[in-house]
């Protein structure tokens, strides 16, 4: 009896000691997880114009809607893209963009914020209360990023609450 009592409290040690180091394990790839989210924000925002905060925002926002996360990197790493469209005049995103009586420049000819342009966009599609042209006009401007966007953001204020999240609890 002493004998099988013995194999079984080796046993348990041993799971004991096993569970400890894959612990141990997990542990020591939580800086390398926190570095590579880190990385991934700097360079969306660096290829995007829009903040880290925003980015974070639009991320929750994907994934509060049941979407992935890279459903948002997506939209985000195009959005320069769409400023340039925008920009250039002759395209149906142009067209769209200035028929929501929005604009790139401040009131000095200065181009304004990437967050500050994406907030009116955001704002202006979800306060069109027709959904058959809310949808039309997202999709003009945001081209086939249009229904995602339509799931992520109900309107504005989620928006602000899914960026403020983001910035409270990163």
Known sequence: KLEKGSLIAKAAMVKLAESAFQAIKK??????AVADLVNNL??????SGLTAQQIQGLETAF????????AAASFITRFPRLLSEI????TDAAKAFDGLGLSLKND?????????????IVGR??????????????????GRDAGKMLQAFA????????????????
Request: no cysteine; charged share 30%.
């Open 125 to 142: 599609i979800t306060s069109i209360e027709d959904p058959t042209l809310r949808a039309s006009t997202a999709a003009r401007l945001l």
């Open 27 to 32: 542990l020591a790839g939580a800086p390398q």
């Open 155 to 170: 309107n504005l204020e989620s928006l602000d609450a899914f960026t403020e999240f983001a910035r409270e609890f990163g």
């Open 108 to 120: 000095v000819g200065e181009l304004r914020e990437a967050d500050d342009i994406f907030r009116d």
């Open 63 to 70: 994934k509060g809607s049941g979407q992935e996360a890279n």
């Open 42 to 47: 700097n360079d969306l925002s660096a290829r």
């Open 87 to 90: 920009e250039m005049g002759t």
